[in-house]
Structure formats: structure tokens, C-alpha cells
T-cell receptor
Framework: AQKITQTQPGMFVQEKEAVTLDCTYD???????LFWYKQPSSGEMIFLIY??????QNATEGRYSLNFQKARKSANLVISASQLGDSAMYFC??????????????FGPGTRLSVLP | GAVVSQHPSRVICKSGTSVKIECRSL??????MFWYRQFPKQSLMLMAT?????????EQGVEKDKFLINHASLTLSTLTVTSAHPEDSSFYIC????????????FGPGTRLLVL
């Protein structure tokens, strides 16, 4: 079974509008971390936002916020006031278990966001 | 902070040659580095986990003799693609964990390998 599901292979949004990118995850571990990364056409992976499974508040970083619904196992990324530079692939990722240096992430298949002028 | 560099950014080589890719954490010590491979329009596929001073842990299906990983110091890990073949052509990207934010993997800019 897929551990990370991103059901939207592609999304379009008008510049200056908000957009939500979906992510659902599957784990039986009570301790985990959820991440969103942006990958522009240059290929680099840019860290956007992190949410820990025990965090009470939804994470926010500037125009990015994470809508964390633990019971539904969803961790949607909300980008407010979209900009043309937001056009990129977006990956949701999960780290299972308590944090230590040796744990790898599981990545979702990604969503390609296109911001329209 | 949390800058990871990768070198080279692009490499073209002939079939049968070996290619070394370096991954460096520039402003923090990385006890663990990860190596990923990414095919066009696909997600990242973990190849191996590299811990400083110990042998790398390879994912199932990844040939350790083909993809040699050396994590020689807390700031440097290298991936050597030995006897490269055209099917090894791909985008290779590393990440590092460490520094003040131990939760997050910080990625290098990636290396595009083309084997002719």
C-alpha cells in the first residue's frame, strides 16, 4: 500500500489566489513527521514546511501552511497568494517513528502546480 | 543555514567509465546523508543511507558494488557509479540531516548523469 498519496497529478491556480495540494498518509506509528518540498524545473528540492505528529497547531511558514487533520491522516499544503514562481512539482513526505538521524523519508508521487498569470 | 552542495551538477560520460558525485553539507555537520535517484516525472527513490564512519545501508534492489558510497567525514559523502551504462543515466540527489534542525532533510541541487 502507498504510504503517501497525492491524488492530484496536476493543478492550476490563478496568480494571487490560494491553492490546496492534497496529501494523505498511512502509518501505524504514533510518532511521525510530515514534510512538504518544492522541486522547480532546476531539480533542487526546497524544504517548505514540517509538521510533527504531536504538534497541536498547524504549521505555518510565510505563505505556506499545513492543514493537518490527524484523524483523517491528511496533511494538505495551502499556498496563499500564489505567485508565478510557485510553479513547480510539490512532494509530500513522511518520516515514520521517533526522530533520529538514520531514518529515511517516504515521498509521495508529487503534484505539478502551474500558476497562471 | 542548512546548505547542501553537490558536485558536479551535470556529467556526461562514456559507457564503462566511473563517475564520482560529491555531496557536502556546507554549514552543518551531517551525521546521516541520503542518496536518491529520480527518473523524469517521477518521485524520488531512495538508494542508500550513508552514516559517517560506517558502511552505507542500501535499499533493496540497489547494487552496492555498482553504487559505492563513502561517508568519509561529517560534511562529505560521495557516490561513485562504477562502470556506468546508459541505463544509469538519471538525476541523482543527496540530502543531509543534522545541524540545528534534526528533523528535516536538506537536499543538494542534484546531479544529472548522462551515460553515452
Amino acid at each position: 500500500a502507498q504510504k503517501i498519496t497525492q491524488t492530484q497529478p496536476g493543478m492550476f491556480v490563478q496568480e494571487k489566489e490560494a491553492v490546496t495540494l492534497d496529501c494523505t498518509y498511512d502509518t501505524s506509528d504514533p510518532s511521525y513527521g510530515l514534510f512538504w518540498y518544492k522541486q522547480p524545473s532546476s531539480g533542487e528540492m526546497i524544504f517548505l514546511i514540517y509538521q510533527g505528529s504531536y504538534d497541536q497547531q498547524n504549521a505555518t511558514e510565510g505563505r505556506y501552511s499545513l492543514n493537518f487533520q490527524k484523524a483523517r491522516k491528511s496533511a494538505n499544503l495551502v499556498i496563499s497568494a500564489s505567485q508565478l514562481g510557485d510553479s513547480a512539482m510539490y512532494f509530500c513526505a513522511m518520516r515514520e517513528g521517533r526522530m533520529n538521524y538514520g531514518q529515511n523519508f517516504v515521498f509521495g508521487p508529487g503534484t505539478r502546480l502551474s500558476v497562471l498569470p | 543555514g542548512a546548505v547542501v552542495s553537490q558536485h558536479p551538477s551535470r556529467v556526461i560520460c562514456k559507457s564503462g567509465t566511473s563517475v564520482k558525485i560529491e555531496c557536502r553539507s556546507l554549514d552543518f555537520q551531517a551525521t546521516t546523508m541520503f542518496w536518491y535517484r529520480q527518473f523524469p516525472k517521477q518521485s524520488l527513490m531512495l538508494m542508500a543511507t550513508s552514516n559517517e564512519g560506517s558502511k552505507a545501508t542500501y535499499e533493496q534492489g540497489v547494487e552496492k558494488d555498482k553504487f559505492l558510497i563513502n561517508h568519509a567525514s561529517l560534511t562529505l559523502s560521495t557516490l561513485t557509479v562504477t562502470s556506468a551504462h546508459p541505463e544509469d543515466s538519471s538525476f541523482y540527489i543527496c540530502s543531509a540531516v543534522g545541524g540545528h534542525n534534526r528533523e528535516t532533510q536538506y537536499f543538494g541541487p542534484g546531479t544529472r548523469l548522462l551515460v553515452l
